[in-house]
């Protein structure tokens, strides 16, 4: 009885442990495949032309600053959307509102989060696309600033919520040294409350932007998909095209193994780095921040 | 002094005033949103509408084959995801000590959570589809949104996991349970509307999720239903996307129908787990 | 009477430095209630937790020296710790009941071992509620949960819960410190019926309560055991400077 309990108990730990340490695995996989898929592109399409400034696949350009150009345009229009009102949004929630507004707005909030992005590039193909177009006298509806308001949207909620742990979690106390001496209520947030959640307030931010970045469907659907290169502000107003739009619009119809479906692999690399470096960032902000946190209080 | 305090005062009503707007600002789209799609698309539910398959090039018929199809690949991926997610939970809530090996998989678990989802879409074609050959299937789909939904699993249930007090694992040791009985007697039960919650959560994003699914095991359209995992299926969001992009003069009453579906199913699963986590919530006695 | 327990040089370190225990020699004799007394951090519960290797679960940094229970050294790596830990039960200062049944906190560590037959587990809960002098009160309500139970009572559930297993000796870690007096003197009660049939370990809320159970004291003061001597005489004419300190009030 007891030596097949135990044998059960071997069995399991070990099960628990290996997938315990499943998630290093699966990014080691997700990694390796990029590479082994993309890599290619180094030898078959010369650098010069990669970094080029031309997207037109059938006929072998495989520049992809174009691409490069169209998420940094959307990813800058997406946090300046976002940053202003998801940090506006988490202060009201955390420092401002009444208990009955908290309640109705987080899970509001959440909801917006939960919404699919495919809902979101729906509703901005039939709803904000031709109003932006009418109200800035547009060719199309269909542009980088289309795409900018649904991606803020979309980076809100994360924005939101995690700046709102960070400001919960300031102590009362430093709070009420404020306002003992003599601060008001707004002078405590700025000075006070926010500089003391700012790593946990960057992180939120680091994380929406990161989700923006990697965001598909909404901006396939809403930027009007033109491969050009961004060369001013004015590119916000005519369509462009992100990195993750071009694969989910082209990965369907290329021939498996062919130096488009490689090159598409290799974009994809990219993004997997750029999100990789985003995350790290900020999760060694939490950490330092916590470290620090754990020193102050114990 | 009088007339500077009047200044703080003032700047601090303003202040207010403006994030009051600019919550206001944040969450009213919200409700917009979901209350249009409601009064445009109510008007398109109706049993043939859920029952049907599509007709005339979509632009006719129902949704069946992609409501079937959501709901295949949801309960795929909960079948790859739950267990694989819960255990690792449990590994770092109970058994992991605290040591660089621990730090590497929390980093890889907030990298799994940030990787962009049609890059899930590109790993899944070169693994599933392509390397062990599964084809466009439920099959490579589901295991490729199981992954992605991976990191919301581990970290809600590992979360609801420390929720659970110390000490009944002491006095469970110190009554001769070993660490397993203790976990499968006591922590488990105690933590698992949490760790229901959080497998609803992540489900709740997978069956949202058209990205990944693009290349692995998405249909554009399929006069049937799949009737094996090796199966290529339809989809709620992908038909969506489908339907308000590649087809032409498309009816906007099945556009909104189809799009009010998807957001029921998928605000659906939310309701059921805030449901489920309030309950625990009145319930628990710790 | 017997020693049960020979406790030689045991030497005992945390991880994070705290409490921890210096060279500690002591021997427990069966059939006595055996009290470890003084402040906060003189390692008393360090040393209960030896006793059943609860301490197993505590970042320890280093262990070294001997325990012998009936002869066999505890500490030794091979020790069935599971055995050990039925051999040797528990109650903490907190009462803490588990999420279930009064019934089913009672029956938790046989259902563990392996026993299913309702008839031994229905014996067990009975004798252990006797023993711990909680039957009357809840014989009539034994699938209600345990939870429900006042603070006293849930104490003495607890206590209960270690009987149930028929250990040879018990632990007590300052197991009144949450209780009003009444309930004190119930749990006070019970020690001094059951020392008849087992080794008792105790570590007190308070000195009263140390001179009132005590058969042998020990005194503890930062890790070191300052004396150790019957309870009769180590109370009113302690050999030690600092124990007459903290036994009349001076400290602590």
Known sequence: MQ????????????????????????????????????????????LGDLFAARWYPIESYFGILPLLSGSLLVTVGATLVAVPFGLGTAIFIAEIAPRWAREILKPLVELLGGLPSVVLGFLGILALAPNLRVFLNLPTGLTALTGSLLLGGIAVPTVVSVAEDALDSVPRAYREGAWALGATRWQTIWRVTLPA???????????????????????????GNAPVLATGLGAFFSPVRTMTATIAAEMGEVANGSVHYHTLFFIGMVLFLISLAVNVTASAMVFRSQKRAERVLS | MNKLLLNRNQTQRLGFALLTVMAAITVLPIILVVFY?????????????????????????????????????????????????????????????????????????????????????LFGLGLFVLFLKFGTSILS?????????????????????????????????????????????????????????????????????????????????????????????MALPYHLFV???????????????????????????????????????????? | MTEKIQIEHLTLQYADGAESLRDISLNVRENAITVLFGPAGGGKSSLLRCLNR??????????????????????????????????????????????????????????????????RLDEAVERSLRQAALWDEVKERLDDPAIALSGGQQQR???????????????????????????????????????????????????QQAARVADYAAFFLQGELVEFGEGKTLFTTPRQKRTEDYVTGRFG
Not at chain 2, 255 to 268: D, P, R, S
Request: charged share 15%; net charge neutral.
């Open chain 1, 197 to 223: 959640a700012r790593s946990g307030v960057l992180t939120g931010i680091m994380l929406g932007v990161g989700r923006a970045i990697g965001e598909t469907m909404t901006v396939m659907m809403v930027t």
């Open chain 2, 243 to 286: 339907i308000s992009t590649q087809v032409p003069e498309m009816p906007f009453q099945i556009q909104y129908g189809t799009a009010l579906v998807l957001i029921v199913f998928v605000l659906g699963m939310n309701l059921i787990a805030t449901i489920i986590r309030s309950q625990a919530r009145a319930r628990r006695q710790w």
């Open chain 2, 141 to 233: 789909a589901s295991l490729t949104l199981s992954i992605m939904t991976l990191p919301v699993i581990i970290s809600t249930a590992e979360e609801a996991l420390r929720a659970v007090p110390q000490a009944f694992r002491t006095v469970s040791i110190s009554l001769g349970a070993t660490r397993w009985q203790t976990i499968r007697r006591i922590v488990l039960p105690e933590a698992l509307p949490g760790i229901l919650t959080g497998i609803i959560l992540g489900l709740e994003r997978a069956a949202g999720e058209t990205a990944p699914i693009l290349f692995t095991g998405a249909a554009f359209f399929l006069p049937r239903l799949p009737n094996s995992p090796f199966d290529a299926t």
């Open chain 1, 3 to 46: 030596s097949k309990l135990s044998w059960q108990e071997f069995i399991i730990t070990r099960a628990i442990k290996a997938s315990g340490y499943s998630a290093i695995v699966f990014v080691a996989l997700i990694f390796y495949f990029l590479l082994r898929e993309g890599l290619p592109t180094l030898g078959e399409v010369p």
């Open chain 3, 157 to 207: 559930l607890c206590l209960a819960r270690a009987l149930a297993l028929e250990p040879e000796v018990i632990l007590l870690d300052e197991p009144t410190s949450g209780l009003d007096p009444i309930s004190t003197g119930k749990v006070e009660a019970s020690l001094q019926e059951l020392k008849k049939n087992y080794t008792i370990l105790l570590a007190p809320h308070s000195v």
């Open chain 2, 37 to 121: 799609v409601i009064s445009q698309g109510g008007a398109a539910i109706s049993w043939e509408f859920l029952s049907g398959f599509p007709r005339d090039g979509m632009r006719q018929g129902g949704i069946l084959p992609a409501l079937v199809g959501t709901l295949a690949l949801t309960v795929g991926t909960a079948i790859f995801s739950v267990p694989l997610g819960v255990a690792a939970a449990v590994y770092l809530a109970e058994y992991a000590p605290e040591n660089g090996l621990t730090r590497l998989i929390r980093i890889a678990i907030i990298n799994l959570a940030g990787i962009p989802s049609v890059v899930y879409g």
């Open chain 3, 54 to 119: 609860l301490n197993d679960l505590a970042d320890v940094k280093t262990v070294s020296g001997k325990i012998l229970l009936d002869g066999e050294n505890i500490l030794d790596p091979q020790t069935d710790v599971i055995a050990l830990r039925r051999k040797v039960g528990m109650v903490f200062a907190r009462p803490v009941v588990l999420p279930f049944s009064i019934y089913g906190n009672l029956t938790y560590g046989l259902e563990v071992m392996g026993e299913k037959r309702k008839l």
